[in-house]
């Protein structure tokens, strides 16, 4: 996968570069400028993409490591007489919430952000809203709860349901300051914003975004075009 991910990088700097010299009109030429804007949404196309190639082999290794925390709970279960041969607890104990995702229609916390993500990545948004709020309502400590905040706010925003996005966007920062997400989620939280033609207040996120932020990806692509 990591090789895969190295690859697709480089495709993007090779299709960028080769990219620029598709059109041989003056830099100044109507031409030119049409054919640079294109390509610049053909990279921002490839960058999210990337994103979400990067997010699912996170999940993936994620995924694995569950299923071996869930093995590792089993067999110390066995060494204590509290499984059956069935696979049933005797005694409630500390292993409950591996049982619980062994459960028929239950699933670990990684397998239910997957399928969460799954569904916002096929556009199936009112799905995946539902998916990510039972995951940050049943695991709002996870490690990809910063992150399924932020992909809950993106379906509101694909939906144009712009001001719940907003709000979505905002408790990445509130409730994960220190995740991944959170520079892009201010980012986003501008977007919207816009959209709502709300553009003093899109200035002031920006802000807010280049003080909290100021060496993110984020802050760099709210200075484009300045």
């Not at 090779?14 to 949404?41: I, V």
């Not at 028929?104 to 556009?123: E, Q, V």
């Not at 932020?150 to 408790?171: D, H, M, N, T, V």
């Amino acid at each position: 996968m990591r090789t895969l991910i190295a690859s697709f990088v480089l495709a993007i700097f090779a299709f960028a570069a080769t990219g620029c010299a598709l059109n041989p009109a003056s830099p100044g030429g109507a031409g030119f400028e049409s054919e640079l804007a294109r390509l610049r949404q053909d990279q921002r196309d490839l960058a999210r993409q990337l994103e979400r190639t990067q997010d699912n082999l996170l999940l993936m290794e994620a995924r694995v490591q569950d299923q071996q925390k869930v093995l590792e709970q089993l067999r110390g279960a066995a060494g204590t007489g509290k499984v059956t041969e069935g696979g049933e607890m005797t005694a409630p104990g500390e292993n409950g919430d591996v049982l619980a995702s062994l459960a028929p229609g239950a699933g670990s916390p990684t397998d239910i952000y997957l399928k969460a993500f799954a569904d916002y990545a096929a556009g199936r948004y009112p799905q995946s809203i539902l998916g990510f709020e039972a995951f940050l309502k049943t695991y709002p400590n996870s490690e990809y709860a910063g992150n399924a905040q932020f992909w809950l706010g993106e379906c509101y925003y694909s939906l144009q349901r712009y001001p719940r996005a907003i709000e979505e966007f905002r408790k990445v920062v509130d409730l994960y300051p220190q995740g991944g997400k959170a520079p892009e989620a201010l980012l986003k939280t501008a977007a919207a914003q816009l959209e709502l033609h709300q553009m003093e207040q899109a200035r002031e996120t920006l802000q807010v975004l280049r003080r909290l932020y100021p060496n993110s990806d984020a802050a760099k692509k709210s200075r484009q075009g300045e």
